[in-house]
């Protein structure tokens, strides 16, 4: 209930970063999970040595909200994904695309390609959740559009304001349209559908 107050506690029980995390915790108390409810079965005179171990358990699924910066990253991606497959559900979509037909194109990958139905044009999604990678996918994004691939790009921020300006500048500068951040879904649905009409699905 906590948890719920600032991220999707769902989150938890879904294939990811946070559920890793999650069960990491429970098997380091010896707690069981029952659906949800979380508890330490023990014989009266441990009782006292099972609270602590559950306060101890509860506090750090709590912390989950506060995660490190690279689970964060981690997290993020995880996210990103669930919302990309369920705002586009009809689309055709490879994740960490490599251009096998073009020279060198292990190093220029794309996160996600996603194809629409009756649409030429495919569309190469980033997810920006760091100053590193702003800037590697400016590259990116440079790099095929000098190789003339006719493609759209959508640019994800984790958070766009926790991004240097001149590394948001630069990839803008280069990219089609973007969003600041997974909380601007609505946006995203509404440019998607601007660019690829009701192929681009809609969410569930």
Known sequence: MHLSYSMNADDINRPGNRNDLFRQIIASQGVSNNDGELFIDVPADEAGKAVFKLGQALSQIHDLRFLSRSRVASTFYD???RVLLDLAPHAKLQKDFVMEDQPEA???PIDYRFDFPNQDRPLFLFGIPSNKKAKLATLIIQHWLAEHIHFTSFLVFQDQAKISRLDVARLTNVGDESISSLSA??????????????AAGHAR
Do not use: N, W
Not at 187 to 192: G, S, T, Y
């Open 79 to 81: 996210d990103l994904e």
């Open 185 to 198: 879904i609505a946006d995203m649905k509404r440019k998607l559908e601007r660019l690829y009409g009701q």
């Open 106 to 108: 292990s190093v220029y």
